[in-house]
């Protein structure tokens, strides 16, 4: 196989407990180290991420470009700018606490490179993985998750990378659905795998139920119909009201409120451009949403 260069864009945030693990993993990447490189970019650590992303760099047998942002500007934006210093045809976008098996490089590039229409393609969780509807013959999915995911780098770039509007979570989805409207696949190599720890025990993080309540409020307002919208903002305002509401959730709530009415006339601007595309969309049934969540789930 002729192995086409990929560069692997890794984006940290106090990352130091995470990073023995990562470029353990990596060593074990089966794919011509002269075709990779490790592009990371530090959003801003206080911990002891930076020291030990230099220490690394000087020793490591892939090819290392760190660059450190002054501030912490979020997932999307960081992984925009580690793909803005890159030329490969292919982004591997790949969190620092995530572990590739020593395969699943090489079973992504081999899947995306023979199938030109792919834009997006992830693989599946361990020890959890998320669950989403994977179609058992073509591998399409609503949407590719960012923890580990191949980008087709004249895709990324077509639709304009990442929206950093949504700072940590969900923009993962936003990207993949953007990457349907422009007429590109989404897909899941199901017989590749990354250790990934989304969730324990079958419950997601506190932080991925916050951010993805927060970011359900702009989502609706990019995707949904004008009824969905209204929908979702008075159920909103019902869990603002209940006394049931826990804490956390009525945070999120308020925060997707807030950000939303801060930032409208993006979203605005963002959702006559994505209603525009579902009008001519072959593929909206991957435009699914299900209270705070987005897509289909497995049954």
């Known amino acids: 196989m002729d192995y086409p260069e990929v560069?692997?864009?890794?984006?940290?945030?106090?990352?130091?407990?995470h990073l023995k693990s990562f470029f353990e993993a990596l060593r074990q990447v089966e794919y011509p180290p002269d075709r990779l490189r490790l592009i990371i970019v530090d959003n801003a650590s206080s911990d002891e991420t930076r020291n030990f992303l230099h220490d690394k760099a000087r020793t490591f047998p892939?090819?290392?470009?760190?660059?450190?942002?002054?501030?912490?500007?979020?997932?999307?934006?960081?992984?925009?700018?580690?793909?803005?210093?890159?030329?490969?045809?292919?982004?591997?976008?790949?969190?620092?606490?995530?572990?590739?098996?020593?395969?699943?490089?090489?079973?992504?590039?081999?899947?995306?490179?023979?199938?030109?229409?792919?834009?997006?393609?992830?693989v599946k969780q361990d020890p959890?993985?998320?669950?989403?509807?994977?179609?058992?013959?073509?591998?399409?999915?609503?949407?590719?998750?960012?923890?580990?995911?191949?980008?087709?780098?004249?895709?990324?770039?077509?639709?304009?990378?990442?929206?950093p509007f949504f700072f940590l979570y969900c923009e993962d989805v936003d990207l993949s659905w953007r990457m349907w409207l422009a007429g590109w696949r989404c897909v899941t190599e199901t017989g590749a795998r990354v250790h990934h720890e989304q969730a324990k025990d079958g419950v997601a993080k506190p932080i991925m139920m916050y951010y993805s309540i927060r970011n359900s409020f702009a989502m609706r307002m990019i995707y949904d119909s004008a009824s969905g919208v209204r929908s979702h903002l008075g159920r909103g305002l019902r869990y603002l009201a209940s006394p049931r509401t826990v804490g956390p959730t009525r945070r999120a709530v308020l925060a997707g409120f807030w950000l939303s009415a801060r930032r409208l006339p993006h979203l605005l601007e963002r959702r006559r451009a994505a209603q525009a595309g579902l009008e001519r969309c072959a593929e909206r049934e991957h435009f699914v949403f299900n209270e705070w969540f987005y897509g289909r789930f497995a049954s």
């Open 7 to 17: 560069e692997i864009v890794t984006v940290t945030h106090n990352s130091a407990p």
């Open 62 to 122: 892939l090819s290392v470009q760190i660059i450190e942002r002054p501030t912490n500007e979020g997932f999307g934006a960081g992984c925009n700018h580690g793909a803005e210093a890159g030329a490969a045809p292919f982004i591997l976008f790949l969190n620092p606490d995530a572990q590739p098996r020593p395969a699943m490089l090489q079973q992504m590039v081999v899947r995306a490179a023979a199938e030109s229409n792919i834009g997006l393609l992830d």
């Open 128 to 163: 959890v993985d998320l669950g989403k509807l994977v179609h058992p013959l073509t591998g399409d999915t609503d949407w590719c998750s960012g923890g580990a995911v191949l980008a087709r780098r004249k895709a990324f770039n077509e639709i304009g990378g990442f929206d």
